[in-house]
């Protein structure tokens, strides 16, 4: 089902420095002129995007091994999520993307203006992060109207939960909400600026550490006090 809620989207220029790759601190001092190219491109990005998220709401009804089961006969294989959700009552499973507006126009103009055309790939990754934080705020706000609490989003490609393993699972527990978004044979979402992810929700459970503790590239990444 899709999400019919008007999520606010939020990001300033140093998000859309990030999702270039770079590191807003030093950009600010070596080129500033690329930061201003980037708050440009901040700014154009907004008439581009057709936010949408989808999602199912499945109970978890039980544990055993590396599989949780859930409602319907459906069920999740992975190491990781069935150490971190097991405790949950339900699984949100959400898919959220910006469409394809904005990576066609970046593919337009990407000849004649490549660095106006990176910084504004940029602010489609920087939006489309700031959407899924959101739909994430707008289920949290959900569980403690309940006295739940909500866990930290997982997503595939995290440690001990493949592309090539999580996606096909998230997009067969998504079923028809998941047709805008379209999954090629090597596991890529079309459009790109799209994101999955679970979340657990329940009223025993502990919400601890955070993305980065899971992601494949904690060891080289630049951005980790960012997200801390």
Known sequence: MELQ???ELIYDVDAVLRGQGAEPSVLRKRRP?????????????????????????????????EHLFLEGGRKIKSKLIAQRLANSKRLIVLLATIGEELEQH???IWDANMVYALALDGAGSAAVEALANA???????????????DSMPFSPGMLDWSV???????????????????????YIMVPKKSLTMLLGVGADLQSTGKPCDYCMMQATCRYQEHYT
């Open 5 to 7: 809620q008007n999520l």
């Open 33 to 65: 002129a690329l930061v201003e190219i980037a708050e440009q491109a901040r700014q154009a990005s907004f008439r581009l995007l057709h936010p949408k998220v989808v999602y199912q709401d499945y109970a978890l009804v039980g544990k055993q091994h």
């Open 106 to 108: 970046v593919a337009k």
């Open 135 to 149: 739909a994430c705020q707008y289920f949290e706000r959900q569980a403690m109207e309940r006295g739940w609490q």
């Open 164 to 186: 090539e393993d999580g996606q096909p699972q998230i997009f067969q527990l998504l079923g028809e909400a998941a047709s805008l978004v379209q999954l090629t044979p090597s």
